[in-house]
């Protein structure tokens, strides 16, 4: 990574990005990711004035060069900070990478976009990445590290990952991140908070709320939800964990959707930042996570009893602890 | 859509005209496997939505039908038949750009254009509401995220370019 031989501290210091969804209906998410991160000794950075990434489906579909405009002026933002930029969502990460790859690739396209961005002052150069916080912790944090700073061991908590479409596709544009057809790097880094990542049929189905498909026909988006979700009930997973505030918001609301159509799902959606956040010992509170559409007491329960016999144990630790010193 | 077709329906400029972006002619290396519309999940929900079809459709020509086609925005954009596609169809940015055709024709959903007008208008294509101002403060952050929303000067720098761009004149309601 060019940062790391420029400056070995830039690793550790990025801009952090917030897209839409994570701070105007997801906060939680928002407030999350900046306290995990804080804990694990990465500075996030305010990227003040950063817009929508824009809304892959809709942009890229609509015109590209009003595409790549906006997205290079989120990069150039970053650019300004010398620091790379930080994603929390699968649709940030994939509509900011893109653009950010072909920029680097394409001189006409680099060339196009940069004539606009004359007409606000701005101009880019090239020399930010674009990082997604699971890839980032994947490769420069490690579950290991991640491991040690655990409070509160998450034993017992059976979790479906979502690893959702745009962290992992199209690979030619992800580096580093092994399988697209098999990942792993999510699952290690939510068995290091002490739950077990286990795998399921349809693991790495869409959520279906991508490309525009979610606000345009809703009633079809959901029945790849629902496919999903069947799954999850049969499996008796605790809760569904991911990297996109999309996709949580498709299977949060989702559930509440076809709830009224009969169905009875139950379970809770975290971000990796909100599980890594309860680790870590935060509430379920704290971390929003009862701000959710879909809550279950039972999930809540397990966590408190999570936290109790954690705080037990530390008591039990520290007069000993105390001895030592 | 699967009514036989009369040569005078062909569109012998469309396909020069959808490849105007690198990469995009290898839609004619299709040899039919099926592989792309075999993964698709959307295709598994609703079977009138076939990748396949408009790439095929495509080398044919057949612009109006691709065109109007309202199943061309079904494609959730996960992605996974291109990452599969033997011959390394770009069938996603294919499709994309399909719709980028459409639009120029005036073919646009509403759900779409009501998703540009909130970016246009607030830098946000989801802008915060009453109830997340107040779940942010409750969470103890600011009452705004700090993006456009909390600098005005910085959505006009958005505004500004998304004109540049003529996205408002593209978008303009009806």
């Not at chain 1, 906060?27 to 500075?43: H, N, T, Y």
């Not at chain 1, 809304?55 to 010398?82: C, Y």
């Not at chain 2, 038949?81 to 994309?96: A, I, K, S």
């Not at chain 2, 007008?117 to 700090?146: Q, Y």
Request: proline share 4%; glycine share 8%.
């Amino acid at each position: 990574m060019s940062t790391e031989s420029d400056n070995g501290k830039k690793s550790q210091s990025l801009s952090l990005f917030l897209g839409c969804v994570a701070p105007n209906r997801y906060p939680g998410i928002e407030f999350a990711s900046r306290k995990v991160m804080k804990d694990l000794g990465v500075d996030l950075h305010e990227l003040k004035g950063a817009s929508c990434c824009p809304a892959p489906g809709v942009f890229k579909s609509f015109d590209k060069t009003a595409w790549l405009t906006m997205a290079s002026r989120n990069i150039v933002l970053s650019e300004q900070m010398d620091m790379d930029l930080l994603t929390v969502c699968n649709g940030c990460y994939g509509s900011l990478g893109e653009a950010n790859h072909m920029l680097l690739h394409d001189s006409d396209c680099k060339d196009k976009v940069n004539k606009n961005l004359s007409e606000v002052g701005l101009e880019y150069k090239g020399n930010a990445k674009v990082r997604h916080i699971i890839e980032f912790l994947e490769k420069d944090v490690g579950p290991k590290a991640i491991k040690e700073k655990v409070t509160v061991p998450l034993d017992g908590i059976k979790v479906a990952v979502h690893y959702g479409c745009h962290m992992i596709r199209p690979s030619k544009e992800k580096e580093g991140l092994g399988s697209a057809e098999n990942p792993r790097f999510f699952d290690a880094l939510v068995d290091a908070t002490g739950a077990k990542s286990v795998d399921y049929e349809e693991k790495l189905m869409c959520c279906g709320a991508g490309g525009g498909a979610r606000s345009a026909f809703l009633g079809a988006t959901l029945k790849l939800a629902e496919k999903k979700l069947d799954i999850l009930k049969k499996g008796e997973f605790d809760c569904i964990v991911d990297a996109c505030p999309f996709c949580h918001l498709q299977y949060d609301s989702g559930q509440v959707q076809l709830n009224k159509e009969g169905k009875d799902y139950r379970i809770p959606v975290l971000h990796y930042s909100q599980l890594l956040g309860l680790a870590l010992g935060y509430s379920s509170n704290e971390l929003g996570i009862q701000m959710n559409m879909t809550t279950n007491p039972a999930f809540e329960e397990k966590i408190i009893a999570l936290q109790e016999k954690a705080k037990e144990k530390a008591q039990e630790q520290a007069p000993e602890k105390a001895k030592e010193a | 859509m699967t009514d036989p077709i009369s040569s005078s329906e062909i569109d012998k400029n469309f396909f020069g005209e959808l490849t105007q972006e690198k990469g995009l002619e290898k839609a004619l290396l299709c040899f039919n496997c099926s592989g792309c519309s075999t993964g698709c999940p959307m295709k598994d929900i609703e079977s009138k939505f076939d990748i396949k079809k408009y790439i095929r459709m495509a080398g044919l020509g057949m612009k109006n039908q691709i065109l109007n086609d309202p199943y061309l925005w079904y494609c959730t954009t996960c992605y996974k038949c291109q990452e599969r596609c033997p011959e390394g169809v770009l069938n996603v940015d294919t499709l994309l750009r399909m719709r980028t055709m459409a639009v120029r024709e005036g073919i646009m959903l509403s759900a779409h254009r009501e998703v540009a007008h909130f970016v246009l208008d607030t830098g946000h294509a989801v802008p915060i509401n009453d109830s997340n101002r107040k779940k942010r403060l409750e969470l103890g952050l600011s009452e705004v995220p700090p993006t456009v929303h909390m600098y005005p000067e910085a959505y006009e720098q958005v505004r500004k370019l998304l004109k540049v761009c003529e996205f408002d004149a593209l978008t303009q309601k009806e």
